[in-house]
């Protein structure tokens, strides 16, 4: 249990516009992994805000079948924000009309700290930060354009000598985005490296709007360490909550002061089955999305799996050879028996039954 102290009391709500968030976690929007499936455990869990994989504004547009299939989102998740990208600040805000109309989002986030080149390169995602005047000009269409509560997503900078976050912040802030959700990395570095929280706690001084951190949260003690350390309105998840959904409900436990029992092999287990399993029901609805699809719903499911299934089994000894024979594993079953092999290895359940 981590000790409750002043630097983790549990942090007022977050307000962003109309919308109010209790408990101010937000799960990041990660591509390839914040489908609805992990976004509904992660909420049940104690995710006060869960956000979509980046969708592309010309996608949503032609409500291209793959975009549609990312903007999938039920009752139980919410609130959930939908995170856009796109360089034409017009594009963008019809984009962002087209997704409230949907009627299932609670904001609308825009992404300006992608550093993917296909991203990149047509002038969105990180690219954004160049022109501070576009990214203003964008949030004050989009605002124009919905009533939905409009937030950014950025970093501190391209590379060391662009580090151009409190002109960038300034900016969004100016254009009217009602949250800023810093990754404070580079985008030169990707997703490594130390992230720098002295840059997020002065950006935090400099703006008036809630500011939530992300980067550099690796486990529940690192959320009150961050606000501690930067003054934060909220804290933002990535890549700790794979494998992990339980940290939102750790981080809530650490900020009022109660233990948080840790999970149980039986727990891990059942919380495996339920995502597998929601994942393939998901892939099932996919598949009228679609059409051409090399693999079956469950054989997609299973190998879209691998990166939750890898972190949720993270640390036990027989997570070597499940890595190894991966590309063996095609239904729910092959998946449950390879879990059971990792949680409990077979000499270990023998020596049980023989009750040695
Ligand atoms: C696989 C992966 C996919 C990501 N996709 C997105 C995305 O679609 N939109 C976005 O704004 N950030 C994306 N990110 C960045 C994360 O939202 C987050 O900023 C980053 O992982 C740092 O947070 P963490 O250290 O808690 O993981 C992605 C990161 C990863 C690892």
Do not use: R, S
């Given at each position: 249990m981590v000790e409750s102290t002043e630097n983790n009391l549990k942090p007022p709500p977050l307000r962003i516009g109309e919308l109010t968030i209790d408990r101010p976690t937000v799960l990041a929007p990660m591509a390839g992994l914040t489908d609805l499936p992990f976004r509904l455990l992660c909420a049940r869990h104690g995710c006060g805000l869960v956000m979509t994989e980046v969708v592309n504004a010309q996608g949503v547009l032609r409500a291209s079948s793959q975009t549609m299939c990312y903007l999938e989102a039920c009752a139980q998740e919410r609130p959930v924000g939908a995170q856009l990208y796109g360089s034409d600040p017009q594009v963008m805000a019809e984009a962002a009309a087209r997704i409230e109309a949907l009627g299932r989002f609670d904001l609308i986030d825009i992404n300006c700290?992608?550093?993917?080149p296909k991203i990149v390169n047509k002038g969105a995602g990180v690219a954004l930060m160049k022109q501070p005047g576009i990214i203003a000009e964008m949030i004050r269409l989009i605002r124009a354009a919905v009533d939905l509560p409009v937030t950014a997503k950025t970093r501190i900078g391209l590379s060391p000598d662009e580090v151009n976050i409190s002109e960038v912040a300034h900016a969004i802030e100016e254009g009217g985005a009602q949250m800023l959700a810093i990754h404070a990395r580079l985008a030169a570095v990707k997703h490594s490296g130390p992230a720098d929280w002295d840059l997020m706690a002065l950006i935090k001084s400099q703006r008036q709007i809630p500011i939530v951190g992300n980067g550099g949260i690796e486990c529940a003690a690192d959320a009150g360490a961050m606000r501690a350390a930067t003054g934060v309105d909220g804290v933002m998840i990535g890549r700790a909550a794979v494998g992990n959904p339980w940290i939102f409900e750790e981080i809530i436990a650490m900020w009022e002061g109660r233990s948080f029992k840790p999970v149980s092999l039986e727990d891990r287990r059942r919380m495996i089955e339920e995502h597998l399993l929601n994942l393939i029901a998901h892939f099932e609805k996919k598949s009228e999305y679609h059409k051409r699809r090399r693999y079956g719903s469950e054989q997609s499911a299973c190998r879209h799996f691998r990166t939750h299934l890898i972190k949720y089994l993270k640390g036990h000894p027989g997570i070597g050879k499940l890595i190894k024979h991966l590309e063996d594993i095609h239904s729910a079953g092959d998946v449950m028996v390879a879990v059971d092999d990792v949680l409990w290895p077979k000499s270990c359940s023998e020596q049980l039954a023989s009750g040695a």
């Open positions: 700290g992608c550093p993917v």
